[in-house]
């Protein structure tokens, strides 16, 4: 079974700047794509940023310009930067990974880690 584990989550003022990192195991694909989902409170989750199997880096538009993907060598941890942070940034965010899609419907999903932004 896949495993995905995040962490990095934390408390941060707004403008500040949090990293997240999350590692996937027992992948059994040679090419998959890796994104982040956030959920706020009393929201729908969201997708912020995805990199595809083809490589390609993909933003929602209210984070493009302040985040940032990356994977190591690898290519099975996947980080985010997040600059600039704002307080409707807060939320819970999800890494997911699967083969062909990493939408709302990926099959694997982390537990998801806590970013909360204060004013």
């Known amino acids: 079974q896949v495993q995905l584990v995040e962490s990095g989550g934390g408390s941060v003022h707004s403008g500040g700047t949090l990293t997240l990192s999350c590692k996937a195991s027992?992948?059994?694909?040679?090419?998959?794509?890796m994104a982040w989902f956030r959920q706020a409170p009393g929201k729908e989750r969201e997708r912020v940023a995805q990199v595809d199997s083809s490589g390609l880096h993909t933003y929602s538009v209210p984070v493009e310009g302040r985040f940032a993907v990356s994977q190591d060598s690898t290519k099975t941890t996947l980080n985010l930067q997040m600059n600039s942070l704002k307080v409707e940034d807060t939320g819970v965010y999800y890494c997911v990974v699967d083969r062909w899609s990493c939408g709302i419907n990926a099959r694997y999903w982390g537990q998801g880690t806590q970013v909360t932004v204060s004013s």
């Open positions: 027992r992948l059994y694909w040679s090419a998959y794509c």
